[in-house]
């Protein structure tokens, strides 16, 4: 079994910054792409940012109403992804939730499969 696990999260003034963290732990031989996405109350999960796996260039893609505001990036060795937020806005308000393409070994056969963490809330509010 694979989990991830997002942390922190938080209540945080309109122009600040928070850096989210993801850990995935388990049965993690490696992991493909890695993602954050967000739902706001009413809305559907949009994806946020993502990143490719370092075999694959480490490539980055990000939502247009988050380019130049986040960055994402991951430590391989630690099996970890991040997100730094800058110049939050209200609409930024959202629960976050990471997502990895973890490959996994069972009896000799790699197999790759989707896994999302519980979700971290985000709150931009003065």
């Known amino acids: ?5 997002e942390s922190g999260g938080g ?9 989210l963290s993801c850990a995935a732990s388990g049965s993690v031989f490696s992991i493909n792409a890695m993602g ?16 490719s796996s370092s ?3 480490g490539r980055t893609n990000y939502a247009d109403s988050v380019k ?8 391989n060795a630690k099996n970890m992804v991040y997100l730094q937020m800058n110049s939050l806005k209200p609409e930024d308000t959202a629960v976050y939730y990471c997502n ?4 996994s070994v069972n ?4 197999y790759a499969q ?11 509010s003065s």
Request: aromatic share 8%; glycine share 16%; net charge positive.
């Open 36 to 51: 954050w996405y967000r739902q706001a109350p009413g809305k559907q999960r949009e994806l946020v940012a993502i990143i």
């Open 68 to 75: 130049g505001r986040f960055t994402i990036s991951r430590d």
């Open 11 to 19: 209540l945080v003034q309109p122009g600040g910054s928070l850096r």
């Open 107 to 110: 009896a000799g056969l790699a």
């Open 114 to 124: 989707d896994y999302w963490g519980q979700g971290t809330q985000v709150t931009v």
């Open 1 to 5: 079994q694979v989990q991830l696990v």
């Open 100 to 103: 990895g393409n973890v490959v």
């Open 55 to 57: 075999i694959s260039g």
